[in-house]
């Protein structure tokens, strides 16, 4: 599939788990929600695995390790955790904060060239992103919600691991078959969730399951961690490290669509004045806000435009 819109459909899909894994968290607890959630979708690619298992070396499994604790582990624990404290739509805006983490990643150990544009425009969301952060500073007659910040500052850790993700990725799943590395991601996190999980079941138990817990279950397997994270990881072996973040200016637009009939969350005041400024620096790095990013997509298509291909190959033979 096209790598850009592999990515405009993976945030569209990661924009709607904001709402709809707050909800579900509102019935089942988060590491129980997360192992059921990457226990079975590991298990989904496991037939697709089986015949054309890759031998890997040292190296792979090092880094193949590393990017599942940084991608599921570290980063599903604190996003489900802070998430639970947190405004769903608040926490899809902060999570915007990863393409300046991922330009400086890129830049340091992709040697990838430095974009100044892109650059001024992620300084402009990442002022955004912290307005929105610190805004529960300013509510409630300026008294401090330390639980709100608590909430924002775990969704911000959890970007940081999917941008070290993100930048390990970039490299090893040129070299490793994406289900292998799907399979093993997955079951690698569900295992760190385990010790947790069972800690959870002492106080929960599963027939206290409702239809929002269900419905986190059905979401989480199979579309937020089997369709998504498959798209992701194809998607992020084929384009520059750079532009991956930018697609997740999707994220915040399609959990406010869904966040207020399903949790009756609204935009307040710091939430416009942030995503101005979050979507101010979309215009600084691309130039124009309403085609982003799907020109990409039409620029893609041609890249990949078979027609083009063709014609490449039949002037290299003649």
Same mark, same amino acid.
């Given at each position: 599939m096209n790598p850009v819109l592999a990515l405009i459909i993976v945030n569209i899909i990661w924009g709607a788990a904001f709402p709809i894994f707050k909800f579900a968290l509102l019935n089942i607890p988060p590491f129980t929600l997360a192992f059921i959630r990457f226990f079975f979708a590991g298990l989904i690619f496991i037939p697709l695995v089986v015949r054309k298992w890759q031998k890997l070396t040292l190296q792979q499994w090092r880094d193949l390790l590393i990017f599942s604790f940084f991608g599921i582990t570290i980063n599903i624990s604190t996003f489900f955790l802070g998430i639970k404290r947190t405004d769903s739509i608040n926490a899809a805006v902060?999570?915007?904060? +990863?393409?300046?983490?991922?330009?400086?990643?890129?830049?340091?150990? %992709? +040697?990838?060239?430095?974009? @100044?544009? !892109?650059?001024?425009?992620?300084? +402009?969301? %990442?002022?955004? !992103? @912290? @307005?929105?952060?610190?805004?529960?500073?300013?509510?409630?007659?300026?008294?401090? $919600? %330390?639980?709100?910040i608590e909430g924002n500052a775990l969704v911000l850790i959890a970007t940081l691991g999917a941008v070290i993700q993100t930048v390990i990725g970039n490299k090893m799943l040129k070299t490793i078959n994406s289900y292998q590395a799907l399979v093993v991601s997955f079951l690698f996190g569900a295992v760190t969730f385990l010790p947790f999980m069972l800690g959870e079941l002492q106080r929960w138990s599963f027939s206290e399951l409702n239809i929002q817990g269900v419905?986190?279950? $059905?979401? +989480?397997?199979?579309?937020?961690?089997?369709?998504?994270?498959? %798209?992701?990881?194809?998607? !992020?072996?084929?384009?520059e490290g750079q532009e991956v973040g930018i697609f997740t200016y999707i994220d915040p637009v399609v959990a406010v669509i869904l966040a207020i009939p399903l949790l009756n969350e609204y935009p307040n005041i710091y939430f416009y004045l942030g995503s101005i400024l979050v979507f101010g620096g979309i215009y600084v790095a691309e130039k124009r806000i309403h085609w982003h990013p799907f020109h990409k997509l039409k620029n893609q298509s041609l890249k990949l435009s078979p027609t083009l291909e063709f014609r490449k190959e039949s002037k290299t033979t003649t």
């Open positions: 902060i999570a915007c904060s +990863g393409p300046i983490f991922i330009y400086f990643f890129s830049l340091i150990f %992709l +040697g990838e060239k430095a974009k @100044l544009r !892109v650059f001024f425009g992620m300084i +402009g969301a %990442l002022m955004g !992103v @912290l @307005l929105i952060i610190f805004a529960p500073i300013f509510k409630d007659g300026q008294r401090l $919600v %330390l639980g709100q419905s986190g279950i $059905v979401f +989480g397997i199979f579309l937020s961690s089997a369709l998504a994270y498959y %798209l992701f990881y194809n998607a !992020v072996a084929k384009i």
